[in-house]
């Protein structure tokens, strides 16, 4: 079972990647996580990666409620910076992506 990481936004939740969060990311991203992870990760790319990351524990989470979640965080003083960092931190949780040697994420098969 993928590893979870407790997160505070709206209210506590648990941010956690499997095999079908990573491929449904992949999918709106229109590109591999390996590839969307060396790129510099805009509101598009972690609106996204929150969604799937999220959506594991509240069934019919859409992007678009992903995203009033995202702007209710930063309305509230927190920062875009603290959701990259939980989102990296619940990736390498998983298992399924790996830090790379130049310090690159980057996606491997477990």
Known sequence: MAKYINIELDKPRRLRFDINALADAEEELGTGIGKALQMRAGIREIRA???????WEERGLTLSRAGSILQGHLSAGGSIEDVAGWIGEALQASGLVQQGDEGNEEAETA
């Open 49 to 55: 990666l929150l969604w799937a990351g999220l959506k």
